[in-house]
Structures are given as C-alpha cells and as structure tokens.
C-alpha cells in the first residue's frame, strides 16, 4: 500500500512561507501524478498544485506565482513552497498520489481522481 506523510504546516502571518512535504512510501514520487490538495472547514477539498510522470505542473489559479510544486527524486519527496501566504490559504494541506497516466485539466486538479491520500497538514495564516 503506497503511504504518504506530509510535513511543514504551522502559523505563520498573512505574508509569511512555508514549505510542505509529502515522504512517499512503496512508489516512485517520478512515476506517479502528484499533487496537493486543501480542505477550508466547511468546504471541499481542492486541488491546489500538481506534477505528473512528465514534470508538467498545474496549479489552482487562486495559487499560481505564490506556490510551487516540486519534487526530489533521490529522496522520493514531493514539496509544496507557499510564499505570500494569506488568511484565506488557512486549511488543512493534503498529499496525494495516482498510478495511471498524466490527465488535463480539470482532471489532475479534482481530488476525486486520486486513489491515495495522507493525513494532511495543518496550515493557519493569520492576518
């Protein structure tokens, strides 16, 4: 069974970064579409950012030039760099991963289409 652990969340002020990571366990982080999702309290889980087999990445528009999606291979990680953080970035940070190939969007962006999950990471921005 792959497994995924995230790692990075905390409280930081609204203008503050963090980065998240996502360890992977009994798959290759290169082989897999990758991605980070968030879940706000009250609402439903996004996608926030991906990376598939191919390197290609995607990002929620809400995100895009303030987050970035990467990974290292040698360590089998996935990360997530959130800089300019605002108030409404406050959810908790989910790591997930899919087997099958790259996809378009809005495909690679719907947390529906991915088949493991981690527990998630908390992230708070206050303002």
């Known amino acids: 069974q792959v497994q995924l652990v995230e790692s990075g969340g905390g409280s930081v002020q609204a203008g503050g970064s963090l980065r998240l990571s996502c360890a992977v366990s009994?798959?290759?982080?290169?082989?897999?579409?990758m991605g980070w999702f968030r879940q706000a309290p009250g609402k439903e889980r996004e996608g926030v950012a991906t990376?598939?087999?191919?390197?290609?990445?995607n990002y929620a528009n809400s995100v895009k030039d303030r987050f970035t999606i990467s990974r290292d291979n040698a360590k089998n990680t996935l990360f997530l760099q959130m800089n300019s953080l605002k108030p409404e970035d406050t959810a908790m940070y989910y790591c997930?991963?899919?087997?099958?190939?790259?996809?378009?969007?809005?495909?690679?962006?719907?947390?529906?289409?991915?088949?493991?999950w981690g527990q998630g990471t908390q992230v708070t921005v206050s303002s």
């Open positions: 997930a991963a899919d087997p099958r190939g790259p996809q378009p969007r809005p495909t690679i962006l719907s947390p529906a289409w991915y088949r493991y």
């Open positions: 009994r798959a290759t982080v290169s082989n897999y579409c």
């Open positions: 990376i598939n087999s191919d390197g290609i990445t």
